[in-house]
């Protein structure tokens, strides 16, 4: 289920990619296009309650200060809310609390220490990964989870709730380490600790860096190719180019990767089949109204064993009060 209630092109065009994705791949999609955005609440609360919905994205921007989006009393906080509304087991994008608050912690499942449950990762961040998983020296497979990315420097230039700040958490999670940059700061994530940077610019750190990923939604920017260093590989997220391309790869062994759209729709539908195997396969609810017995069961017997427990220490109180009150009884006689 997608709910669109904005004019954004960007938005429009990625309702459309993930609609025709889905029917090509069997998966049904409904578009709810909603004329006043103060109505998206509602929407989101009806689609979280049907249960013939197994997944939910909402396409932002919708509120906000600048003139393109609808104001609201909440302000841009107010796409936050929305994210933060979406019930966790329909969330495809893993932007909801639960999810971003298990992925800043390095969480990887929902059921710990049973482990069956996967954590929904942010669709647009989660396609950035797989595409360096097939990039030439950028993932090593064979060293242990965690470790994947041990020894490389990445930079990425976004720090959106949506793209940078998620994808910087991921590549950390997975042993880099990170350059975050927006346009006022650089933090760097490392080991899972994360600490501001104050001796390091732009530059500098493109040119140390082994992978460089650009996400700046804005024509203007351009990176500077003199900044990228031979076998580098440049990932562009914004809908916009963010380098000379054919500058860029006139610098030896990069490898450049000029858009993530078409992978973002299919992490989409990736997360999709994980929700529903998660939550909604008719296997998983007889497994959960199984395990529900089962535990019910389990505290029945539980009770049961506390009380016989509580009645014996009772009847031995009661037994040893009996005992002592006779004996006075005796002793006072005599």
């Known amino acids: 289920m997608g709910l669109l209630a904005n004019n954004d092109p960007s938005a429009k065009q990625y309702a459309e990619w993930t609609g025709k994705a889905c029917r090509a791949d069997g998966l049904r999609y409904e578009l709810r296009q909603i004329a006043d955005p103060l109505d998206v609440e509602a929407a989101l609360d009806e689609a979280n309650n049907d249960p013939k919905v197994h997944g939910i994205i909402v396409y932002y921007p919708i509120f906000g200060n600048g003139s393109e989006n609808e104001e609201s009393f909440s302000g841009a906080s107010q796409d936050d809310y929305l994210r933060d509304s979406i019930s966790y087991k329909c969330d ?37 990964v797989k595409i360096l998983e097939n ?43 990170v350059y975050s ?16 940077v104050h001796d390091e610019t732009v530059e500098s750190l493109v040119k140390k860096s082994k992978i460089v990923i650009t996400g700046v939604p804005t024509k203007s920017y351009r990176l500077p190719t003199e900044w990228i260093q031979p076998h580098t590989t440049v990932v562009n997220v914004a809908s916009f180019k963010n380098v ?27 997360n999709l089949m994980r929700l529903y195997y998660n939550f909604h396969h ?26 016989s427990h509580w009645y014996g220490s009772l009847m031995q109180v009661y037994t040893a009060c009996v005992a002592t009150a006779v004996l006075a009884i005796l002793l006072s006689k005599k």
């Open 92 to 128: 495809v994008e893993g932007l909801c609390h639960s999810y971003r608050t298990n992925l800043y912690k390095n969480v990887r499942f929902l059921d710990y220490p049973s482990n069956t449950q996967k954590c929904v990762l942010p669709c647009t961040a989660l396609s950035v």
């Open 244 to 270: 000379d391309e054919e500058a860029l790869l006139q610098i030896e062994g990069v490898t450049y990767v000029p858009m993530v759209g078409k992978v973002t729709v299919a992490m989409l539908e990736r």
């Open 181 to 196: 940059i927006d346009i006022n700061n650089v933090y760097l994530f490392r080991g899972g600790k994360l600490q501001k």
């Open 135 to 177: 990039c030439p020296g950028c993932y090593d497979k064979s060293r242990t989870v965690g470790k994947h990315m041990e020894g490389k420097i990445v930079t990425v230039i976004n720090r959106s709730e949506i793209v940078g700040r998620p994808l910087a958490a991921m590549l950390a999670n997975d042993g880099a380490e």
């Open 282 to 307: 008719p296997d998983r609810r007889v497994r959960l109204i199984g395990q529900q017995q089962q535990q019910q069961g389990q505290e029945e017997t539980k009770n049961v064993e506390v009380a």
